[in-house]
């Protein structure tokens, strides 16, 4: 599975920008599909992610009722939809693919896809 990952840019805090994530060679409705960041100097963390089995979202807390993340199979496309940006929101994103048990979805080693990373900067 190829992950093709979009959409980060440079944003005021505040604002709104929405990543997605295209997949080839797969499809993403079949994989837990998942959004982990990376702030310079600092280790890969969970943001979000949407189950294959049950659709079910789960969220960072530091994200929780500020993120989105979405699916549309039509598409072959996840999104992630992230309002009231916050200047520690700046990190590269990146999306990937996987078939973790529900206890291990934050765990990065778990997935075996990963996408190539989109840099999201929030100005102050």
């Known amino acids: 599975v190829q992950l093709q990952a979009s959409g980060g840019g440079l944003v005021q805090a505040g604002g709104s920008l929405t990543l997605s994530c295209a997949a080839s060679?797969?499809?993403?409705?079949?994989?837990?599909m998942t959004w982990f960041r990376q702030a310079p100097g600092k280790e890969r963390e969970f943001v979000a992610a949407?189950?294959?089995?049950?659709?079910?979202?789960y969220y960072a807390d530091s994200v929780k009722g500020r993120f989105t993340i979405s699916r549309d199979n039509a598409k072959n496309t996840v999104y992630l939809q992230m309002n009231s940006l916050k200047v520690e929101d700046a990190a590269v994103y990146y999306c990937?693919?996987?078939?973790?048990?529900?206890?291990?979805?934050?765990?990065?080693?778990?997935?075996?896809?990963w996408g190539q990373g989109t840099l999201v900067t929030v100005s102050s």
């Open positions: 949407i189950r294959q089995s049950t659709s079910t979202a």
């Open positions: 060679g797969g499809t993403v409705s079949s994989y837990s």
């Open positions: 990937a693919a996987g078939r973790p048990v529900l206890s291990a979805i934050r765990e990065a080693s778990i997935y075996y896809y």
